[in-house]
């Protein structure tokens, strides 16, 4: 049985060896692709007055994924509408923004 928990980047893989071979241990240290979403600020307009259409959260949060290219695994329902609102942070502070 297999399942992926993580995709990212292995960044350094430290082994220890020590005389007990029974406390031998190998420490990997990640970053998972997540870290996009916090390396740049993003100005952009949601819901905007020329838009057709409603934008909720569920929208927001499918959109900044798919930009990112991660996928939406959770289905938590559309969240609340916004009213137009402008984005001047990154996608991660944002998200976690709305959230709260």
């Known amino acids: ?7 990212g980047y292995i960044l350094k893989v430290t082994p220890e060896f020590p005389q007990d071979r029974g406390a031998a ?5 990640i970053q ?9 600020a993003v100005n952009r307009d ?13 929208m927001i949060v499918a959109s ?3 930009a990112n290219r991660l996928k939406v695994a959770a289905q938590g329902g559309d ?4 009213n137009p609102m ?5 996608d991660f502070r944002f998200i976690t923004e709305r959230a709260e």
Request: aromatic share 6%.
């Open 1 to 7: 049985y297999s399942e992926d928990v993580l995709w």
């Open 25 to 29: 241990k190998v420490t990997v240290e």
């Open 32 to 40: 998972d692709e997540t870290i996009a979403l916090d390396r740049a």
């Open 46 to 58: 949601w819901n905007n007055a020329s838009s057709s259409t409603d934008t909720s959260d569920g």
């Open 64 to 66: 900044i994924a798919s």
């Open 79 to 82: 969240g609340l509408t916004v």
């Open 86 to 90: 402008t984005q001047d942070k990154t």
